[in-house]
């Protein structure tokens, strides 16, 4: 049977009738909404808000299934990156299928397909219902079939000379797994597939209590390389459930770390990018300035990946003046540094030549398929929780976002030496105005019967979670969306008409995570 992938540029014929207006409850950044008072939609005009979204430059950043007294119930949130604000609702499904949404709306693909593989809802009409994730580590019983790890269909072109290519799941190297298959003519990639899911870790279904120290560990290695980040989003719920106030310092030191986090994986990423095009000058100097910042994140807690700062109700450790300057001097010192080897590259005409009109992702498609965070900023969007939805320090001190235009290799390198050269700055100013006061509250009870959506721009992305309360306080349903779950489907897409050569250029330029999607 011939299988038709998305279309990230269709365009949807189907007669909408639904009103203008969007639909949802309009909330902000970690703001409660009592679940009573999210609209629940019938399941046909769920769908058309769903289709009608990107048409209202709306776009999806959650959506999934979650238990209620009348059986399940599919919850989205929209995002309106333009006025700064989140659109809430769900359906209560009664059978066990729907209408997918996914051609004409790409960006829901990748979570409808969890939806199934989750609760058994099948949505009729999924060009490609393939696994997200292997392993059984799906809450309740659901009709869905098997899902035995590695064993799926996958998308193949036929035709004189059409070879196929198998990448992994195994890599060499210290790698989590993960499964690329080309479909190539000569050394033309038609279509690349991604197949992930292989430690599939069950995160989600692990926190559903009461808020306690336990917690903590999954929050801080749901994504390894972004600790703050993923942390910073669950302290975020936890704070606004129980009404906890954190202190500005606390605020500010999770700011500087947020920041540092991105510096190092930012610097680190150049290097690498560097290294894939045998500029060894810039990928040698980087892997040790990675090092630098990862040291300095060290200095405020005694962890490089900054395990044990980011706390509810504020932070784990605080820092004295001794410290403060000492930072302030390795930040300095590391900055000259870094601006000194990532400026070799851009005078170095054949890195030049690799990066530019490698791996582009236009901006229609970017939009299309809801890519977030550099990946997106790169192809010309000006996507940034920091700016759009702030919460914390960022709702009083903004950092410019850094757009480029070409969407290749070129661009998410560019985009990424903006930032850090923003990052840097922020870090600095911040760290000489360090506001005095404590730096943690203990939270309270979390208040029963809630919703809560938390984002925060990582280095990668947007990060998004979503909790819903019981009526005894504890989560009754807990989602993350990781930035890498938008974004898989833009390095698909980048890869196609590519030379298969380009694979690991473009691979690092998108610097997706495996267990951000595995969770």
Not at 340 to 360: I, M
Not at 380 to 388: A, N, P
Not at 392 to 415: C, E, K, N, T, W
Not at 477 to 503: C, E
């Amino acid at each position: 049977m011939t299988q038709h992938l998305p279309n990230p540029d269709a365009t949807s014929h189907t007669a909408l009738t639904a009103p203008s207006a969007q639909p949802g409850k309009p909330v902000r950044n970690g703001q409660l909404v009592p679940t009573g008072e999210v609209p629940l939609l019938g399941v046909e005009d769920f769908r058309r808000a769903l289709i009608r979204a990107p048409q209202q430059h709306r776009r999806i950043v959650a959506l999934f299934g979650a238990p209620s007294v009348d059986g399940l119930r599919l919850y989205c949130v929209l995002a309106g990156d333009g006025d700064g604000k989140l659109y809430v609702f769900g359906t209560a499904v009664t059978d066990n299928a729907f209408s997918s949404v996914t051609p004409e709306c790409p960006q829901a693909q990748l979570f409808e397909r969890e939806i199934f593989e989750q609760w058994g809802i099948r949505p009729e009409g999924h060009p490609w219902l393939k696994p997200v994730r292997f392993g059984d580590g799906r809450p309740g019983g659901n009709s869905a079939p098997p899902n035995l790890i590695g064993v799926t269909d996958f998308y193949r072109v036929d035709g004189d000379e059409i070879h196929e290519v198998a990448v992994g799941p195994v890599h060499a190297g210290v790698i989590e797994p993960g499964h690329f298959r080309f479909q190539c003519h000569g050394e033309q990639v038609l279509h690349l597939e991604i197949s992930l899911g292989y430690q599939h870790r069950g995160i989600e279904s692990a926190i559903l209590s009461r808020p306690h120290k336990r917690l903590l560990p999954y929050m801080e290695t749901a994504a390894g390389d972004t600790t703050i980040g993923h942390t910073t989003a669950y302290c975020q719920i936890v704070e606004a459930l129980s009404g906890t106030r954190v202190s500005a310092r606390a605020h500010v030191l999770r700011a500087v770390a947020l920041e540092l986090e991105r510096l190092a994986n930012h610097v680190g990423g150049l290097g690498a990018l560097a290294n894939d095009v045998g500029f060894l000058s810039t990928a040698s100097f980087c892997g040790r300035l990675r090092g630098d910042y990862l040291n300095m994140t060290a200095q405020l807690c005694g962890s490089r990946f900054g395990r044990g700062l980011v706390r509810p109700g504020g932070t784990g450790f605080d820092v004295d003046a001794a410290r403060v300057s000492a930072l302030l001097e390795h930040l300095e010192a590391t900055q000259r540094d870094v601006k000194s080897a990532v400026e070799l590259l851009w005078d170095a005409s054949s890195v030049q030549a690799r990066f530019e009109g490698t791996g582009t992702v236009p901006t229609a498609m970017a939009e299309s398929l809801g890519l977030v965070g550099v990946a997106a900023r790169a192809s010309g969007l000006e996507r940034d929780v920091r700016q759009d939805m702030p919460a914390g320090l960022y709702r009083m001190v903004q950092i410019p976002v850094s757009v480029a235009p070409s969407g290749d290799v070129f661009g998410r390198a560019y985009v990424r030496w903006l930032e850090v050269q923003r990052s840097f700055s922020f870090v600095r100013e911040q760290l000489r105005n360090l506001p005095v006061g404590t730096t943690c509250i203990s939270p309270g009870p979390l208040k029963p019967e809630q919703l809560c959506v938390s984002l925060v721009e990582g280095w990668r992305g947007e990060i998004c979670h979503v909790a819903l309360t019981d009526a005894s306080g504890e989560f009754a349903t807990y989602k993350l969306v990781d930035p890498s779950f938008h974004n898989w489907m833009g390095l698909a897409m980048a890869l196609r008409n590519q030379q298969i050569s380009d694979f690991p250029l473009c691979n690092k330029s998108f610097d997706l995570s495996y267990c951000g999607h595995d969770l």
